[in-house]
């Protein structure tokens, strides 16, 4: 993976929280090759739709050097509802195996932190995912996901650490009877998977390697059919902030095969690129204990030790997003990164 480039300018619109509209990516689409291997932990042994040729292959380049001086400057916002946070926009071009994407983000110009700006990476892989769909459904593909249909909420989901301490102040926001409805469920998720011996397996697991006994273990998992405490009516609860992992899973096959993907051929989309891997990456670098990552159905005792993982990743708005930007070659899948090797510095 390479950089193409990485320019700033003072922005007045836009803000961090906006759900639309953040961050916009630049696509130049073509109709991909057929490309296999499988995303990390997903179907083991089930072909996937590959997508590694919609990015537009371009002269690569080196990443210039952050302006930090640029980052510090006090831009003075004004809106109707009194002044608002200064804040910077930052577009970059990445090479992603034999292609690549340009993407434009908002964020604050002064102090931050990687779990604050979460909701501007999730804008990303949003808009681009959301225009692989696009393009799938031109080419006679269309993903089949949708409301209501809540098989793959039933899989292992790995939480990076900072996704959790989002989760956490967000469950922070809850009435004390919402909490508890809450608790309840993950309580009986806990004790379901320890009935099953499958909390002595989660704590030997690596999601990371992609490895034939974590495949296994996935699988395992899915067959339990333990539902996502957060799933409501086979639909999502937390979809607009829910985990980037949850945002990287579709399927272009007919939603029954998702039951037991590995056995009716479910076919997913092979992403080249998975932002929650490198979420995952830096998590373990900071806290190599954890893996970068914690079982959803866990959080709620992740909760309890108020770990602050942000505060290691922390500083003006632009540098936090070049720290999460310069691991994007840990988000590549194995297979695209052997196809952009000749690429990578």
Same mark, same amino acid.
Not at 122 to 129: A, K, Y
Not at 168 to 178: I, N, P
Not at 215 to 241: G, K, N
């Given at each position: /993976? ?5 320019? /700033? ?70 809106? /109707? ?265």
């Amino acid at each position: /993976m390479r950089f193409q480039h990485w320019t /700033m300018r003072s922005s007045s619109q836009g803000a961090l929280y906006v759900p639309h509209g953040i961050a916009n990516i630049a696509r130049q689409f073509f109709r991909p090759a057929l490309w296999g291997g499988c995303t990390p932990g997903r179907f083991p042994g089930v072909p996937l739709r590959s997508t590694s040729g919609y990015f537009h292959a371009i002269p690569s380049g080196r990443l210039p050097a952050v302006d930090t001086n640029l980052a510090r400057q006090q831009v003075k916002c004004k809106a /109707m509802s009194g002044e608002t946070e200064p804040t910077v926009s930052i577009e970059f071009k990445v090479n992603v195996g034999p292609g690549s994407f340009t993407a434009q983000a908002t964020v604050p110009a002064g102090p931050t932190n990687l779990t604050a700006i979460l909701p501007v990476i999730q804008s990303i892989e949003d808009s681009l995912t959301g225009g692989i769909c696009e393009q799938l459904a031109a080419e006679g593909e269309p993903v089949s996901c949708a409301a209501g249909c809540g098989a793959c909420c039933r899989q292992l989901v790995p939480v990076s650490l900072f996704e959790a301490e989002a989760l956490s102040d967000w469950m922070r926001t809850l009435s004390e009877e919402q909490l508890q409805v809450l608790e309840r469920r993950f309580a009986r998720t806990v004790s379901a998977l320890a009935d099953a011996g499958m909390l002595e397996r989660l704590e030997q697991l690596d999601w990371m390697n992609d490895d034939a006994g974590a495949r296994q273990l996935c699988i395992d998992y899915l067959r339990l059919h333990i539902p996502c405490p957060f799933l409501e009516a086979e639909s999502c609860s937390i979809h607009p902030i829910r985990p980037l992992i949850c945002r990287e899973y579709l399927v272009i096959s007919p939603p029954e095969r998702c039951v037991d993907p590995s056995t009716l051929g479910a076919v997913p989309v092979g992403l080249p690129l998975l932002f929650s891997r490198v979420l995952n990456a830096i998590g373990a670098k900071i806290d190599p204990g954890s893996k970068g990552w914690i079982p959803l159905p866990l959080l709620f005792e992740w909760v309890q030790k108020e770990l602050k993982p942000s505060e290691a990743v922390a500083g003006m708005g632009p540098q936090v997003l070049f720290a999460f930007v310069s691991h994007l070659e840990e988000g590549e899948t194995p297979r695209n990164k052997q196809a952009g090797s000749a690429e990578a510095v």
